[in-house]
Nanobody
Framework: EVQLQASGGGLVQAGGSLRLSCVASGFRSDTRAIFWFRQAPGKDREGISCISSSDGSTYLADFVKGRFTVTSDSAENAVYLQMNSLEPGDTAVYYC?????????????????????WGQGTQVTVSS
């Protein structure tokens, strides 16, 4: 059974930083792409980042470029979303998700379609 365990959320002041972690387990395939999404109250879910184990490609949405970075640690089966210069508009529940049944998965703006797996969310609250 695939599991995605997200953690690292919390309350931070504007300008502060948080690092979210997504630990993955149970995958049968070695190739996968791990995504971060967020959803603020009353707003649509939006894709933030992607990192691929197929080719190492990454993608960050324009609205977080320059502030967020996404990295992975294969030994820990973890993907990290480092969030700097946080703004009140970043307040949301953050979810990690994955594609990883078979084949290769790559990261680009069109990768944020149907996910195979979802983790639970972690709340990020940025105060002004």
């Amino acid at each position: 059974e695939v599991q995605l365990q997200a953690s690292g959320g919390g309350l931070v002041q504007a300008g502060g930083s948080l690092r979210l972690s997504c630990v993955a387990s149970g995958f049968r395939s070695d190739t996968r792409a791990i995504f971060w999404f967020r959803q603020a109250p009353g707003k649509d879910r939006e894709g933030i980042s992607c990192i691929s184990s197929s080719d190492g490609s990454t993608y960050l949405a324009d609205f977080v470029k320059g502030r967020f970075t996404v990295t992975s640690d294969s030994a820990e089966n973890a993907v990290y979303l480092q969030m700097n210069s946080l703004e009140p508009g970043d307040t949301a529940v953050y979810y990690c998700a994955a594609k990883g049944i078979s084949g290769n998965y790559f990261c680009n703006p069109h990768s944020f379609g149907k996910m195979h797996y979802w983790g639970q969310g972690t709340q990020v609250t940025v105060s002004s």
